[in-house]
């Protein structure tokens, strides 16, 4: 059983960064496959970034240049850097590890 916890969201104005947290419980953390997915309201989740056990990376198109996902075994937590932010990129912010999600974390970015 793995179990996500998400942080770091908050409001930042356009241009601004800021570096999400997803926090994982469990031996076999390591072994997981992890992606960022985003949810903005009115709008269907979208994909925003994923990082395999080995460390290759994958990005939306949108992500790609801007956010930087990365990962950390020995504390169990992958992280996704982001950098210059717009207003779409308002959303909510979620990790997840095979069937498993976390809550959600958000992010406003003020225009």
């Known amino acids: 059983q793995v179990q996500l916890v998400e942080s770091g969201g908050g409001l930042v104005q356009a241009g601004g960064s800021l570096r999400l947290s997803c926090a994982a419980s469990?031996?076999?953390?390591?072994?997981?496959?992890v992606g960022w997915y985003r949810q903005a309201p009115g709008k269907v989740r979208e994909f925003v970034a994923q990082?395999?056990?080995?460390?290759?990376?994958y990005y939306a198109e949108f992500a790609k240049g801007r956010f930087t996902i990365s990962r950390d075994n020995a504390k169990n937590t992958v992280y996704l850097q982001m950098n210059s932010l717009n207003h779409e990129d308002t959303a909510i912010y979620s990790c997840?590890?095979?069937?498993?999600w976390g809550q959600g974390t958000q992010v406003t970015v003020s225009s």
């Open positions: 990082i395999t056990w080995s460390g290759g990376t």
């Open positions: 997840r590890a095979d069937l498993h």
């Open positions: 469990g031996r076999t953390f390591s072994r997981y496959t």
